[in-house]
């Protein structure tokens, strides 16, 4: 039998159990992974509280890391025993995102890893950092990986480069540690002096309170010379958007991966077209990026920033410390 957590029909962060269930079995190009870990993500929290609606049964968590426990004998590459970790999205092997490359996404439209045992689409799968604990794998196929891309793939930023990063989160926390082993500076801002204490710490060059200093641009702009930074990340939504379109430099790159804030933004159209400012969304990214990421932790002894471990029973209050905001980094769940 396996533990697994599958949502309600009206799911909330009151209503997740961990129920029981046969033990999957791979078929044909497929891997059951005996998973140890798995992390939260603001996206797995929107799935848990029924904000992106699902099926009843539905799986819930886009992360996992475990070692392979069986696999159909047509897969090569792989042995049982192997640490492994899933992806964001299954079918996205390599190559730019397309409809369908996207159309598979862990513990949104395809069953997640909040089961101990699960079974993936042997392509999805990619090889664990060498000597890191399955908790601290699993916090790597999503923020890790959208932290790389958003810095290296997307922003192609280069050592010497400036970079806005909002709050103190898994996904923030990952781009201050991949930005100071390239050799990109960084202004960090977020709720907390604390937290910003603890960010100078780990390397932020510059940090700036958004809740004591909401008009934080002047500031930003200041910090790097009055130039403004080339990569802007925006996480807040309406709370944030023209404030880091502000921040960013003439010709700069505003990248918004999401919304912890209700409402859409405005556009600040006249700062937007008269400083050349280039918007793109983004989502984490492929396979292939993950091992071009794994490559890069590895050679620069990089590892995650675990805030706290819950097991799986109290995966409703694991997203509960993440929505308090008290925590830095990645949480991460164990099984
Ligand atoms: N598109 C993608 O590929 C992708 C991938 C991963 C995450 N995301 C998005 O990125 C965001 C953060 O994800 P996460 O996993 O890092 O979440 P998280 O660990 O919960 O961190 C969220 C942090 O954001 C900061 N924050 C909240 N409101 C803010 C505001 N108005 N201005 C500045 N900072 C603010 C807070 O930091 P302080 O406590 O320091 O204030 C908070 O701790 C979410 O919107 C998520 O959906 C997108």
Redesign the pocket.
Known sequence: MRNFIGLTERPSLDNIAVTQGPVPVPGPGEVLVRVRATS????DY?VVAGFIPQPAGRIPMSDGAGEIAALDPGVKGWRVGDRVMGAFFPDWVDGPPTDANNAAISGETVDGFAADHVVVPAHSLSAMPAGWSFAEAATLP??GL?AWRALRVEGRLEAGATVLL???????VFMLQIAKAIGIRTVM????DD?LARLKELGADHGIN?RSLPDWAPAVRELTGGRGVDLALD??GQ??FAHSVAACRMGGHLLV?????NGAPELPLRDVVMRHIRIG????GSVAHLADLVRFVEAHAIRPVIDRDFPLAELGAAFRH?LS?A?????TVSL
């Not at 801002?189 to 907390?192: C, E, F, K, T, V």
């Open positions: 939260l993500n603001y996206h929107l999503c923020a959208t909002p709050g103190s989160g898994g996904l923030s801002i977020s709720s907390s937290k958004y996480i807040g709370s944030t991966v999401g919304s912890t804030s969304g983004m989502a984490v993440q905001g925590h830095m980094g990645k949480i």
